[in-house]
């Protein structure tokens, strides 16, 4: 069996305002395992950007509980605690790449390390590392307006995985990208996992993208309605299927 690095326990968020109450998410519950790519899809404002803000430490649960390796991580959802949990445990890949223009793509996939307080040597020696994984060694010195949307985002994936953290979250990562750009950026994605052993979950519109992923969990209103475990390349039309059923009850 494999290991469980990740679970999630009737999780909540309710958002209140004067006028309006909000519940995002509603007792969710699931667990990651170490090597796994999962995906999440599901219908607008079904409760994805608000699950992988709270998995990040971005914002608070409103009730339920996360486990990271075990660990309970209720203490970290506040700052300065949160940041910190942050850069221990979480690599984030955004659609919009969130790269530093000033800074070179080795010091942009370098700064979580120097962060961390690592020497500058070992910084640049696993950054030529980690570029060459990606196939972007020859562009080391470049800054990211140089590089095209694919580029920039292999960049963000080595910045998101530099620091080897137990579990990787995306939002929408190919959200940009045309469609061979996003199978390529797929493909990367999935051989650096099968490569690092990485955790990774990824929220997505597009069945392209799930079909790259382990299993599917499909979210509606606040609540995991569906699961789709993958197997082998032919399952498309399966995640399609499921992915349109969401989208009527939806509707
Ligand atoms: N900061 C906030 N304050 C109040 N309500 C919020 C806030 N953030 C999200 N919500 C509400 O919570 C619900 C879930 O939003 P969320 O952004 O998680 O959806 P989503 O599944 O990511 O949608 P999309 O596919 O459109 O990105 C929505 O009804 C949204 O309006
Ligand atoms: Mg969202």
């Known amino acids: 069996m494999a ?15 004067a006028e309006y109450e909000v519940t995002a998410l509603n007792k969710v519950s699931f667990e990651l395992y170490t090597g796994e790519l999962l995906a999440i899809m599901g219908t607008s404002g079904s409760g994805k950007s608000t699950l992988l803000n709270i998995l990040g430490a971005l914002d608070e649960p409103s009730s339920g509980k996360v486990f990271l390796n075990g660990k309970e991580t209720k203490d970290f959802f506040k700052e300065p605690k949160a940041t910190l949990y942050r850069r221990d445990n979480i690599g984030f890949i955004f659609q919009s790449f969130n790269l530093l223009k000033d800074l070179t793509v080795a010091e942009n996939v370098g ?18 590392e ?22 920039q985002q292999r960049v963000a994936i080595s910045r998101a995985l530099i ?37 990774i979950i990824v929220v997505t519109h597009d069945p392209n993208v799930a079909m790259y ?3 599917v969990l499909f979210f509606h209103d606040g609540k995991i309605v569906d699961e789709y475990k993958c197997q082998g390349n032919n399952n498309l039309q399966n995640i399609l299927k499921k992915f349109q059923r969401i989208m009527e009850i939806g509707q």
């Open 3 to 17: 290991n469980k690095v990740l679970e999630v326990n009737d999780l909540s968020k309710i958002y209140k305002g």
């Open 111 to 128: 700064l979580p390390l120097i962060l961390k307080g690592m020497e500058k040597k070992e910084v640049e020696q696993k950054v030529d």
């Open 130 to 151: 980690m570029l060459s994984l990606v196939g972007l060694a020859k562009w080391k010195l470049h800054r990211p307006i140089q590089l095209s949307g694919g580029q």
């Open 163 to 199: 620091t080897s953290p137990p579990i990787v979250l995306a939002d929408e990562l190919t959200g940009n990208l045309d469609f061979n750009t996003t199978k390529d950026i797929l493909n990367v994605l999935v051989d650096m996992k099968n490569r690092l052993n990485k955790s």
């Open 213 to 215: 992923s382990d299993r």
